[in-house]
């Protein structure tokens, strides 16, 4: 890795650690590492050595590999290209996020159904740009036409199916590695 990549993780040091509601107290408790080198590392005004950095990666429970890989996309601007007309079947899922981010989010063509039911432990929103779909909800049924919104708290099991040839829908969901935890008002 070269320094410009080693300095970059420290802000993906402080995305991970702030998404599972740590402190930097606690980070440095588990790692041995001091707070003021820890923040210094977040903030880009220290490298850490690949050892420093393990023991990071082990008390935020992930990995060097997954630091830098999230290291990649804290700092860009990524432009994900829709395919021209006819480069698919009309069926197809895509991606539109590249790398390693707090979203997911992918976009459903065609009359795609799963056939399956899903529950996700984070949230997750449903929005129909073009077409219509059916979706079961906790046992219940809704009907989506287009512009409409459909979200659904983590832990929600659901279905849904395009019920028009032609169907775009969008899907957005908190990411699978981040623990989404309810915030408690005091």
């Known amino acids: 890795m070269d320094d410009k990549e080693t300095l970059r993780v420290g802000v993906a040091v402080r995305r991970l650690r702030r998404s599972l509601g740590l402190t930097l ?3 440095a408790e588990r790692s ?5 080198f820890l923040s210094q590392v977040e903030n880009e005004r220290a490298r850490p050595s690949a050892r420093s950095l393990q023991r990071v990666a082990d008390a935020l429970n992930t ?3 997954e630091l830098y890989d999230a290291a990649d996309c804290t700092r860009t601007v990524d432009v994900v290209r829709a395919e021209p007309e006819g480069e698919n079947d009309g069926h197809r899922v895509r991606e539109l996020l590249r790398g390693h981010h707090q979203l997911h989010a992918m976009e459903f063509t065609g009359e ?3 056939g399956r039911e ?3 432990r984070n949230d997750e929103l449903m929005y129909v740009a073009d077409g219509a779909a059916e979706v079961e909800a906790e046992g219940r049924a809704y009907r989506l036409e287009r512009g409409d919104t459909l979200c659904l708290s983590g832990g929600v099991r659901h279905r849904w199916r395009a019920a028009l040839p032609g169907t775009r829908i969008l899907v957005v969901a908190v ?3 981040i ?3 309810e915030e408690t008002r005091h």
Not at 32 to 36: A, D, E, N
């Open 118 to 120: 899903f529950q996700h």
């Open 179 to 181: 623990e989404a935890i």
């Open 25 to 27: 107290a606690v980070v």
């Open 175 to 177: 990411a699978d590695h």
């Open 63 to 65: 990995t060097v590999a």
């Open 32 to 36: 041995g590492l001091s707070v003021p």
């Open 112 to 114: 795609q159904d799963t």
